[in-house]
């Protein structure tokens, strides 16, 4: 098994507590992601997701007053480099959640996705994706 710093993405989106629910939702679509970890001075204090969004719209929170503060989750579990792809995949699935930043110590490297994690433990049982993909053979 490899360790998740193999799979996380360095390029993290950071948005701030005191952001709007828009401003963050807009950040998450121009960069194509679906989370981004709320910081305040360079901390990592909570992690907003394309699920709180939906929910806080749901419950008629306005985009553009609400405050990323006010959806967030605060705390997030984190976990270093060096945690084996599939403890943070049992760590996420146990947590219910589908993201998760790496740390060292107090410090944001890095953030990978449940879904970027079962494709790095899958690959190697299929060989590539091409692998997958392709038509069985005719008899």
Request: charged share 20%; net charge negative; with cysteine.
């Amino acid at each position: 098994m490899s360790p998740v710093e193999e799979t996380m993405s360095r390029a993290v989106l950071k948005v701030r507590p005191e952001d709007t629910l828009e401003q963050g939702a807009q950040a998450m679509i121009e960069r194509r992601t679906g989370s981004a970890v709320v910081t305040d001075g360079g901390t990592l204090v909570g992690i907003v997701t394309e699920r709180d969004v939906l929910r806080a719209v749901a419950n008629g929170m306005v985009p553009w007053s609400t405050k990323i503060a006010d959806v967030m989750t605060c705390d997030p579990v984190s976990v270093p480099p060096e945690t084996d792809t599939s403890e943070a995949i049992q760590i996420m699935l146990k947590g219910g959640f589908r993201h998760l930043p790496i740390c060292v110590g107090d410090s944001l490297v890095g953030l990978v996705s449940l879904r970027e994690l079962l494709r790095a433990e899958a690959l190697p049982l299929i060989g590539s994706t091409t692998a997958a993909t392709a038509s069985p053979p005719s008899p």
